[in-house]
Nanobody, 116 residues
């Protein structure tokens, strides 16, 4: 079983920056596709950024140019660097590990609040 633990959430002012981390336990981390999702109250969970096992990345249009996803396979860590934060970025951010078809693991989430 893969366990994921997010950290780095908190309160930040608009225009500020924050870096989220996801620590993974379990085996064969390097072959997993990893991603960050977020969910605001009353909204559906949405993909924010994804980094595949081969290193390619995908971003939601709303965060392109502002967020950067990266991974350190040796440390079994996935990061989400968030710059130029906006109030609409406020949400609970979840780390995701995609193991295979319909096979995903999720962290418990970390809250990011962007407010002045």
């Amino acid at each position: 079983q893969v366990q994921l633990v997010e950290s780095g959430g908190g309160l930040v002012q608009p225009g500020g920056s924050l870096r989220l981390s996801c620590a993974a336990s379990g085996s064969i981390f390097s072959i997993y596709d990893m991603g960050w999702y977020r969910q605001a109250p009353g909204k559906q969970r949405e993909l924010v950024a994804q980094i595949l096992s081969g290193g390619s990345t995908n971003y939601a249009d709303s965060v392109k140019g502002r967020f950067t996803i990266s991974r350190d396979n040796a440390k079994k860590l996935v990061y989400l660097q968030m710059d130029s934060l906006k109030s609409e970025d406020t949400a609970v951010y979840y780390c995701n590990a995609h193991i295979g078809p319909r096979k995903d693991y999720w962290g418990k989430g970390t809250l990011v609040t962007v407010s002045s």
